[in-house]
């Protein structure tokens, strides 16, 4: 019992399709902070230049205005359209990339998905002794062997670019203006990649382990699987009672149908097969009931009480009880067969009405096809 209690087993299909519409997918945030954070660093060096040109500019423009239109109310307006225009586009440009390089980050593990589940409100999450497991927990002990990490890495990144533009920084005051503006912006650039550059080594720490983590949390023990595959094939016992209920609800409808019919042909005690033909519609014989032992019985008692002819053909009947289904016109191949039955049951029934003269009796030796014969 405490193995099958053990979660070993892989999680099924159904498992993991219920945990998407729950929202419960391996996700890595470094994937995704470290994602933004390179992009960004590589967007700045990219567009820094270019935004920083823009801003000169439009500053520049703004500290030399012309006594006209220092007094020129409109003027404001052309200043907000010319900043626009020189500022907006870079500005734009990166917002958009980074906002991409977030989008693409939360979803590049796991997958899109979304659903409202994880916005129902959850009392349980509330619960502090719950709260203070997952701090202590062995996730709290990653998560902050993580942090630390962050600190370490990034931190001895940032004192590496320190020391590598060390001399270039403390010379910026002998360069002209604005060339040492734009110097600066340059080593902060590069100093901004290299300290987002180690931020990779922590996403590929954190995506396998989250993987795993999500892994561990989907697993099942062989009783769980067990019940899930009972469930999905269904209780037997329901089954049963399902399918007994639908046959049950078949042959009524079958035995509504019998008095419609034109004839029954029997075996003459075991099957039971009624035939209906439209001679205005052009279709063949129908099958509208069918049925064995008690069930045929009960066909030959409702055509007695409704006088619906009965016929006995013993091949003819097993014929057509194994090659058509209710409701399905018969093959082709016993055509001749049931047209020969039809047609002494229409002289019959015109003989009765004395309309005709006495049919000669039916041929016991029908032409049945070797093939359907059972």
């Not at 180690?198 to 995506?207: L, T």
């Amino acid at each position: 019992m405490a193995d099958e209690q053990e979660k070993t087993e892989d999680p099924t299909g159904k498992k993991l399709d219920d945990s998407r519409k729950k929202g419960r997918l391996a996700r890595s945030r470094e994937l995704s902070t470290t994602l933004v954070l390179v992009v960004s660093g590589v967007m700045f060096l990219v567009m820094g230049g270019t935004i920083a040109k823009a801003v000169f500019g439009m500053m520049q423009s703004m500290f030399q205005l012309s006594r006209s239109q220092t007094y020129d109310t409109t003027y404001m307006f052309q200043a907000w359209g010319f900043a626009l225009t020189s500022v907006a586009g870079p500005v734009l440009t990166y917002m958009i990339v980074a906002m991409i390089a977030g989008i693409y980050g939360s979803i590049a593990l796991g997958g899109y998905n979304f659903t409202w589940y994880s916005a129902k409100p959850n009392f349980a999450k509330m619960n502090p002794l719950a709260g203070v497991k997952r701090m202590f927990g062995v996730n709290g002990l990653v998560e902050l062997l993580k942090a630390f990490a962050k600190f370490l890495v990034i931190g001895s990144m940032a004192f590496g670019a320190l020391l590598y533009f060390q001399d270039e920084a403390l010379h910026l005051d002998m360069e002209l203006y604005p060339l040492n503006l734009f110097h600066a912006l340059d080593m902060l650039e590069w100093a901004f990649l290299i300290m987002t550059l180690g931020m990779i080594p922590i996403a590929a720490f954190d995506v396998p382990y989250q993987l795993y983590k999500h892994n561990k949390e989907m697993k099942m023990s062989k009783q769980e699987v067990k019940d899930e595959r009972k469930n999905a094939d269904g209780n037997p016992q329901v089954k049963s009672r399902i399918r007994k209920l639908q046959y049950q609800a078949a042959a009524r409808r079958m035995m509504q149908e019998v008095p419609k019919a034109d004839v029954v042909v029997t075996n003459p005690t075991h099957y039971s097969v009624a035939l209906k033909y439209d001679d205005n519609g052009g279709r063949a014989p129908v099958l509208v009931a069918k049925g064995v032992d008690e069930l045929a019985m009960h066909i030959r008692k409702i055509a007695d009480a409704h006088e619906v002819p009965i016929v006995p053909s013993p091949m003819l009947a097993r014929a057509i009880y194994y090659s058509t289904e209710v409701e399905h016109e018969i093959p082709h191949k016993l055509f001749m067969a049931v047209a020969q039955v039809l047609a002494y049951v229409f002289q019959l029934r015109a003989f009765k009405a004395g309309k005709g003269k006495r049919p000669k009796p039916l041929k016991k030796d029908l032409p049945v096809p070797p093939e359907l014969r059972r």
